[in-house]
């Protein structure tokens, strides 16, 4: 059985950082694309970021562009999220997300992925 243990979130202040990790059990990391998503209070779920399962190209989103990066060590078999320059737009459930064969033109939907995280919370006070 799949499972997805996120942890790292928090509160932290405006400009700070903050480093989520997506701990899979029952896959590896190396062969399935894996993507962050969060949602805040009162609005949609959105794409943050990802990492492909093939050459482990990375994709995101334009609001966070240049002050987050994804990553993964296949060792640990884990995926993290490393958050930089934090804004308080930024508060947010952070979800990790699994899929063996999300490509480039469907990996920031959410339903694209079959297997998902619980989340975890993120707060950024300015």
């Known amino acids: 059985q799949v499972q997805l243990v996120e942890s790292g979130g928090g509160l932290v202040q405006a400009g700070g950082s903050l480093r989520l990790s997506c701990a899979p059990s029952g896959l590896s990391v190396d062969i399935y694309t894996m993507g962050w998503f969060r949602q805040a209070p009162g609005k949609e779920r959105e794409f943050v970021a990802a990492i492909m399962w093939s050459r482990g190209s990375t994709y995101y989103a334009d609001s966070v562009k240049g002050r987050f990066t994804i990553s993964r060590d296949n060792a640990k078999n884990t995926v993290d999220l490393q958050m930089s320059s934090l804004i308080s737009e930024d508060t947010a459930v952070y979800y990790c997300?699994?899929?063996?064969?999300?490509?480039?033109?469907?990996?920031?939907?959410?339903?694209?992925?079959?297997?998902r995280g619980q989340g975890t919370q993120v707060t950024v006070s300015s």
């Open positions: 997300a699994a899929d063996r064969f999300a490509g480039s033109d469907s990996l920031a939907k959410w339903q694209s992925y079959d297997y």
